[in-house]
């Protein structure tokens, strides 16, 4: 029965989406960076990570095309870079829905950054990657 299953947490693992190196403020067809964070002192295994954006634009309601990522593997304290984005679609909101294995169990969470979200003042210092992004924990 449903409530035989155990319901674990999603801890110590993170999204960040990071400007490149030869950022411009304001610039809509600058790319940003993705990364998947795993904080965790352990490995995490099968790891897959559902990538999409939504929401009205101009008053018009625009998705774009649901992206997958399979990882075998990611150590731990480390990360690994899922996709590149444009700044153009930081005005939708941008799910990220990752899915992993760990200690033989299956742990799902999204991380969703909203409309807007993504921008220098929400900028904090990203673990691993030592530079400045937003990120969800």
């Known amino acids: 029965m449903k409530k035989d299953i155990p319901i ?3 801890e110590d693992l993170a999204i960040a989406i990071v400007p490149r190196e030869d950022f411009i403020p304001n610039d809509e067809e600058e790319l940003w960076d993705v990364y998947l964070l795993n904080l965790r002192e352990e490995p995490i295994k099968s790891v ?14 625009r998705r774009t095309t649901v992206l997958r990522h399979f990882f075998e593997e990611i150590g731990p ?9 444009q ?10 829905w990752v899915s992993f294995v760990h200690e033989d169990y299956m742990y799902d969470k999204k991380y969703i950054f909203v409309q807007g979200s993504i921008e220098e003042s929400h900028f904090t210092t990203i673990p691993f990657l030592q530079r400045k992004g937003v990120m969800i924990r």
């Open 8 to 10: 674990h947490k999603v």
């Open 48 to 61: 897959l990570i559902n990538s999409r954006g939504y929401g009205d634009l101009n008053g018009e309601m």
């Open 77 to 85: 304290l480390a990360c690994v870079q899922i996709e590149p984005i």
């Open 87 to 96: 700044a153009k679609l930081f005005n939708l909101t941008n799910e990220y």
